[in-house]
């Protein structure tokens, strides 16, 4: 169908003129007719007959047409995003995948296209594991569930008319197959006699963090149908051991900068409430059970001094908050703690001390599961910072990224651990020094070349972050400042540094004070001997 604009020109009443100025008005009309105000009238056209007639729609039933199918459209259905302009600015790359597309936001690109033989050689598979299924019959099924997942997404207009339900369906079954096998696979469960399919290292990473990105998600109930479709009967023997929620965590949770061995058993696996593979890996990374339950227990009294301070203030701002290292420290407007919280520099320098928790595991043993330390059990007490350790590697920015990025753009998620966790990482690394005094102490394993580079993930993580009310280290920077504004700590901070940095350095001082304090005696008892 053709649209086309057609801009009719307003009569315009032009006052009454002596003869010698009507040219003068004339000339003037016709060199401003662009600047006079226009009724624009939108015309659509089903085809033309011969004469030339065309078929004309109102402007009102233009907007009932759309306003009928944003009804249509449930807009809370919505749950596999695109990653909004502000997240996206600092490293758009972190979002797009490097080898495979997922889903219809990246079906296009012409970089991919090598993977998709890959997609084929797993449905072929998919197909032989269980007798009496086909291609056809697989698209059956689907079909019962594709307006169902068409709402998960943003934007697939290319893909909302009827000719396109074929090509959506061919999607969710190649695209869909291919996730199921492949969880499949790195979980063992190969058919017998047959070999991996992906079989080279570098493939199978770029393929990994590829699934974990935000925009390069499927339906969860889709992967679900999938699996079941050719669940073998013995499977239902440990429901536990080998339901698919368990073998997407045991997939992808290891290769997290750390993961909790604990959150294998006490997430709940119920897959009506997985939403995509990403959210799975999300809600099975919490922080430890004693701090997680005083935030629950604090967040109705958080809340309601919130709203008593808003009743008291009229000058409230009720914009996010974003970050902003050049805002100038400014306690008496209610800087955020967070925003004057030092660096680990500053912090060594004000005597705080670092010291790492828990252990990185990269797989899961019965030796580690007491290790209840979650990347996210930072604490400040007396002095003291304890910083979980993690691993830094080659996908670890673009993981946390989409793990904030679909905590920003959810509104059910809430605290939101992975982007206040990148914020709080933010305000303590500043330079390649920070990183340097960091992996010191054994906090940082870093496995991607120069403390630098860390330096810069930190740095450029936190850009188009908003900070919710209920921060979850904002008692902890509030600590942090206060230590830090003591002169006391500061002082002893300086004498630690600069006398007592080394053991012969702490001998050589002590020697110095209690010399110094025999000169005094000494002088003292010379003056008293005189006077007498």
């Not at 010698?20 to 009238?41: L, P, Q, W």
Request: charged share 30%.
């Amino acid at each position: 169908m053709a649209h086309y604009i057609e801009i009719t020109q307003m009569d315009h009443q032009v006052p009454l003129l002596d003869q010698t100025s009507v040219n003068e008005a004339t000339e003037y009309e016709m060199n401003e007719g662009r600047k006079m105000d226009h009724i624009i009238e939108m015309k659509e056209t089903n085809g033309q007959d011969p004469s030339g007639s065309q078929t004309n729609k109102s402007i009102n039933q233009i907007f009932d047409e759309k306003f009928k199918k944003l009804d249509n459209s449930s807009v809370k259905s919505t749950t596999i995003f695109k990653v909004s302009v502000k997240l996206r600015e600092s490293n758009p790359d972190a979002y797009k995948p490097k080898l495979i597309s997922i889903g219809p936001y990246h079906r296009h690109n012409p970089d991919l296209r090598s993977i998709e033989k890959y997609k084929l050689m797993y449905l072929q598979r998919f197909l032989r594991r269980k007798e009496g299924i086909d291609v056809e019959s697989c698209i059956r099924e689907l079909e019962e569930l594709k307006d169902e997942a068409r709402k998960c997404y943003d934007d697939i207009e290319d893909l909302d008319s009827d000719s396109s339900t074929g090509q959506f369906l061919q999607m969710l079954l190649l695209d869909g197959c291919f996730v199921v096998e492949f969880i499949r696979e790195c979980y063992g469960e190969i058919p017998t006699e047959e070999d991996p399919i992906i079989n080279a290292a570098c493939i199978y990473y770029q393929v990994r963090r590829d699934l974990m990105l935000l925009e390069n998600q499927l339906p969860f109930f889709v992967l679900t149908k999938l699996h079941d479709m050719t669940k073998d009967v013995d499977e239902t023997e440990d429901v536990d051991e080998t339901s698919f929620p368990i073998m997407v965590k045991r997939t992808f949770l290891p290769f997290l900068p750390k993961f909790t061995p604990t959150s294998f058993l006490k997430t709940e696996c119920n897959a009506e409430n997985i939403k995509h593979l990403l959210q799975l890996v999300h809600m099975s990374c919490y922080p430890s059970e004693m701090k997680t339950s005083i935030i629950r227990n604090s967040r109705m009294r958080e809340v309601e001094r919130d709203r008593a301070y808003c009743r008291k203030s009229l000058c409230w701002n009720l914009l996010p908050k974003f970050r902003s290292k050049e805002t100038p420290i400014d306690r008496d407007h209610h800087m955020p703690w967070h925003d004057i919280m030092p660096n680990v520099t500053e912090l060594c320098e004000a005597g705080v001390s670092f010291t790492k928790v828990g252990t990185i595991y990269r797989h899961l043993d019965k030796d580690n599961l007491e290790d209840n330390t979650s990347l996210f059990d930072i604490k400040f007490e007396n002095g003291l910072m304890k910083i979980p350790c993690f691993e830094v590697s080659d996908d670890t920015e673009a993981t946390l990224r989409n793990l904030i990025a679909y905590e920003q753009q959810s509104s059910h998620v809430s605290p939101k651990y992975f982007s206040d966790y990148a914020i709080f990482m933010d305000r303590l690394v500043d330079s390649e020094r920070d990183v340097s005094l960091l992996r010191q102490k054994g906090i940082i394993r870093n496995i991607i070349g120069e403390d630098k580079e860390v330096a810069m993930l930190f740095n450029k993580i936190g850009k188009g972050i908003s900070i919710s009310h209920d921060f979850y280290y904002k008692e902890d920077c509030k600590k942090i400042v206060q230590h830090c504004e003591k002169p006391w700590n500061r002082m002893k901070a300086n004498l630690r540094s600069n006398y007592f940095h080394s053991p012969w350095a702490g001998v050589s001082t002590v020697a110095a004070i209690i010399l110094l304090l025999l000169t005094a005696t000494q002088t003292v008892l010379s003056v008293l001997s005189v006077i007498k």
